[in-house]
């Protein structure tokens, strides 16, 4: 059975060093509160797998403003100028990979694949010290499976035996990598009882995660 932990204790399970994957596509789908207790606790030095890396002043963003991230792996930058400018002066180290080149990457570690053939970054930059294999006339690149120590979910749903369900475009890098990490912690909306998800309707099936944290609500300010 999955445990339900408080944000608290799921930040202790990241010790400063870690890879992580945190899912979210520009903030949408991403685990606002977790990340949110990882830059109160001050975990450092982290290597960050994600899409993008936020809209400066939201929960993602915030991981580089507040240094806890030391190298970057991610398809671009999202709109925060100070990923940006760290990468510029060399305080960031960052590493791009092209979107769809990413999530397979992901999707090979959590399936226990060598690794992926993709045509992508042929004649580029991208091709730089990789491995190329033709196949049928072919030129590709062999790239390695990505995982980490921890991956931060997001999900609308969950019962209490960990299964998630996602809500539309938030399940974007989510279920990829829940199958990717050594530790899983997935924030939820709602935890419902064991039998009243449907299964038809479940996206992550709760073998793969570890912890639960159930999403606070936040006062919402009156006017007028």
Excluded: W
């Amino acid at each position: 059975m999955t445990k339900v932990i408080s944000p608290e204790e799921a930040i202790s399970k990241i010790k400063n060093g870690m890879t992580i994957m945190v899912g979210g596509f520009i903030g949408c789908g991403a685990p606002s509160q977790l990340l949110e207790e990882v830059c109160r606790k001050q975990v450092k030095e982290l290597t960050l797998i994600a899409n993008d890396t936020g809209i400066l002043g939201d929960a993602m963003s915030q991981l580089i403003v507040q240094r806890c991230v030391n190298k970057l792996i991610a398809t671009h930058i999202g709109t925060n100028k100070e990923t940006g400018r760290q990468m510029s002066v060399g305080e960031l180290e960052v590493k791009l990979i092209p979107q769809g080149t990413l999530v397979e990457q992901i999707r090979a570690a959590g399936a226990g694949l060598g690794g992926i053939l993709t045509p992508t970054g042929i004649g580029t930059l991208v091709e730089e010290g990789k491995q190329k294999l033709v196949v049928n006339d072919t030129e590709y690149l062999l790239e390695l499976p990505v995982r980490a120590n921890v991956a931060l979910l997001n999900a609308y749903k969950a019962d209490k035996a960990g299964n998630l369900v996602y809500r539309r475009a938030a399940r974007n890098f989510n279920p990829l990598m829940a199958t990717a990490a050594e530790t899983v912690i997935a924030q939820v909306d709602r935890i419902v009882e064991v039998g009243e998800i449907d299964p038809d309707e479940v996206m992550t099936p709760g073998i793969f995660v570890d912890y639960l944290v159930q999403k606070q609500p936040r006062e919402v300010s009156s006017v007028g």
